[in-house]
């Protein structure tokens, strides 16, 4: 088709790829920055190809681009004085995605921080599980000098059974229980540390990776990840629950029922506030509460702990606290205080906005020191990417321009695609896209 576009008069352009068919195929667009039209796609996002497409425009100044290194290496080639410019979006999500990931492998699903203790109701609900469990609480509460109705009254029982449990002698008390969920989370963690341990004693004795991989099976990934001094035993996704019906009501069914309240009273009440779910699913939801809390317990070795969904920690390096569901002011500096690190994380994060925003360009070296400094692998993967690629992150910082019309441009080209949906060649996509540009431009 008969070119739309001068060529010479083209100045600033944002670069992207967009899939043709996804995860075999891309293709690249250009933007014209001053026009904010599409005036070019290719089906192609090679270096080679790209920078051949790029020399077609002589006049290139400004080449705004994410921060691949096709897009780099193509600008470079085809325009070595054009000034290139590093997508903040894409520095932002990428850093943010880099603190996420670093959370995920050190953390698990619920992040145990000190707690103040909780309230005798709250202790009852949580430390009496089963008849065992019961006995054993009113025995240490008669200790701590509590009356047999006070314990009654904790319990939600006759002063008769709590009388009963505390003369029971103690061969007649049943003996501890598991279930299947945590007799097989144990025998899942007990068989992942031997095999830690493996490839750990396969390495000392001098073994190459290559090596392990031969002898034990596993993928190169997880030999690195089992080497690793704080490679986590306990499966990131354990205890972890999905967000469901009874999510909203979540806090309010553990006081209710710490208050005595009924499971059908409890449903009641909330299915009036909207809950569409079962009864049976609030009596799983607090046995699982209760494992948990009684599994916090048994680890924190005396010391009194609560925990915040990991979730919650992650939402943090985009938000502030305030926006955060889950987590109090009490909580977070708590937190903070448990585990320093995630302060410094927030803080660099917020940092770096400051450094783009106020166009701060000479403290990006600084910054980028304070993160090595941390020694997290995923922090330095990215700290890596700034440094090879700079200049360009810096005229990021410098300048305002950014890949925001080549983003929005992709869109255009997918419902494009849709709209043609098994009946288009590139060709065909390629000319309906230009064609379309043109007709806005001239009406």
Same mark, same amino acid.
């Given at each position: 088709?008969?070119?739309?576009?001068?060529?010479?008069?083209?100045?600033?352009?944002?670069?992207?790829?967009?899939?043709?068919?996804?995860?075999?195929?891309?293709?690249?667009?250009?933007?014209?920055?001053?026009?904010?039209?599409?005036?070019?796609?290719?089906?192609?996002?090679?270096?080679?190809?790209?920078?051949?497409?790029?020399?077609?425009?002589?006049?290139?100044?400004?080449?705004?681009?994410?921060?691949?290194?096709?897009?780099?290496?193509?600008?470079?080639?085809?325009?070595?004085?054009?000034?290139?410019?590093?997508?903040?979006?894409?520095?932002?999500?990428?850093?943010?995605?880099?603190?996420?990931?670093?959370?995920?492998?050190?953390?698990?699903?619920?992040?145990?921080?000190?707690?103040?203790?909780?309230?005798?109701?709250?202790?009852?609900?949580?430390?009496?599980?089963?008849?065992?469990?019961?006995?054993?609480?009113?025995?240490?509460?008669?200790? =701590? @000098?509590?009356?047999?109705?006070?314990?009654?009254? &904790?319990?939600?029982?006759?002063?008769? %059974?709590? *009388? #009963? +449990? /505390?003369?029971?002698?103690?061969?007649?008390?049943?003996?501890?229980?598991?279930?299947?969920?945590?007799?097989?989370?144990?025998?899942?963690?007990?068989?992942?540390?031997?095999?830690?341990?493996?490839?750990?004693?396969?390495?000392? =004795? @001098?073994?190459?990776?290559?090596?392990?991989?031969? &002898?034990?099976?596993?993928?190169?990934? %997880?030999? *690195? #990840? +089992? /080497?690793?001094?704080?490679?986590?035993?306990?499966?990131?996704?354990?205890?972890?629950?999905?967000?469901?019906?009874?999510?909203?009501?979540?806090?309010?069914?553990?006081?209710?029922?710490?208050?005595?309240?009924?499971?059908?009273?409890?449903?009641?009440?909330?299915?009036?506030?909207?809950?569409?779910?079962?009864?049976?699913?609030?009596?799983?939801?607090?046995?699982?509460?209760?494992?948990?809390?009684?599994?916090?317990?048994?680890?924190?070795?005396?010391?009194?702990?609560?925990?915040?969904?990991?979730?919650?920690?992650?939402?943090?390096?985009?938000?502030?606290?305030?926006?955060?569901?889950?987590?109090?002011?009490?909580?977070?500096?708590?937190?903070?205080?448990?585990?320093?690190?995630?302060?410094?994380?927030?803080?660099?994060?917020?940092?770096?906005?400051?450094?783009?925003?106020?166009?701060?360009?000479?403290?990006?070296?600084?910054?980028?020191?304070?993160?090595?400094?941390?020694?997290?692998?995923?922090?330095?993967?990215?700290?890596?990417?700034?440094?090879?690629?700079?200049?360009?992150?810096?005229?990021?910082?410098?300048?305002?321009?950014?890949?925001?019309?080549?983003?929005?441009?992709?869109?255009?080209?997918?419902?494009?695609?849709?709209?043609?949906?098994?009946?288009?060649?590139?060709?065909?996509?390629?000319?309906?896209?230009?064609?379309?540009?043109?007709?806005?431009?001239?009406?």
């Amino acid at each position: 088709m008969p070119e739309i576009v001068d060529k010479s008069s083209v100045r600033r352009i944002c670069v992207d790829d967009f899939a043709i068919r996804k995860r075999h195929t891309y293709g690249s667009v250009i933007v014209d920055i001053d026009t904010h039209r599409i005036i070019d796609i290719i089906d192609s996002r090679e270096t080679e190809k790209v920078a051949e497409w790029l020399k077609a425009y002589p006049n290139l100044e400004v080449i705004s681009r994410d921060g691949a290194q096709t897009y780099a290496s193509a600008a470079k080639n085809s325009h070595p004085d054009a000034v290139q410019v590093s997508d903040r979006f894409h520095l932002f999500k990428n850093l943010s995605d880099a603190a996420k990931e670093y959370i995920y492998r050190v953390f698990p699903s619920r992040v145990a921080i000190p707690s103040g203790g909780p309230s005798p109701e709250m202790e009852a609900l949580y430390d009496t599980r089963n008849q065992r469990e019961r006995i054993l609480f009113v025995r240490k509460k008669r200790e =701590e @000098g509590y009356t047999v109705s006070d314990m009654a009254l &904790l319990l939600h029982a006759s002063e008769t %059974t709590v *009388k #009963k +449990y /505390l003369s029971m002698p103690e061969e007649d008390i049943p003996a501890p229980r598991e279930n299947v969920l945590e007799r097989r989370h144990i025998e899942a963690v007990e068989k992942k540390q031997k095999e830690i341990d493996r490839v750990r004693r396969l390495y000392s =004795e @001098g073994n190459c990776i290559e090596a392990i991989i031969r &002898l034990t099976g596993h993928a190169r990934q %997880t030999i *690195k #990840k +089992y /080497l690793k001094e704080d490679c986590p035993v306990v499966d990131g996704g354990y205890d972890c629950r999905m967000p469901g019906k009874l999510a909203p009501y979540e806090q309010e069914v553990v006081q209710m029922r710490a208050d005595g309240i009924s499971y059908p009273q409890i449903h009641e009440h909330i299915k009036a506030k909207g809950y569409t779910g079962t009864e049976a699913a609030i009596r799983v939801f607090m046995q699982k509460e209760r494992t948990h809390a009684k599994s916090v317990s048994s680890n924190s070795q005396g010391k009194l702990k609560e925990c915040i969904a990991r979730k919650s920690v992650c939402q943090l390096i985009y938000q502030e606290l305030k926006d955060v569901k889950g987590m109090t002011q009490e909580q977070y500096e708590a937190m903070l205080k448990e585990y320093p690190v995630l302060g410094q994380i927030y803080a660099l994060i917020k940092e770096f906005y400051s450094i783009v925003f106020s166009h701060n360009e000479d403290g990006l070296g600084a910054w980028m020191d304070k993160v090595t400094k941390l020694g997290i692998e995923e922090l330095d993967s990215y700290i890596n990417g700034l440094k090879a690629d700079e200049d360009a992150v810096k005229n990021a910082i410098r300048y305002e321009y950014n890949n925001g019309l080549a983003e929005g441009s992709v869109n255009k080209i997918k419902l494009a695609k849709r709209i043609m949906y098994g009946r288009n060649s590139f060709a065909l996509l390629r000319a309906k896209i230009l064609l379309n540009e043109y007709y806005y431009q001239i009406n």
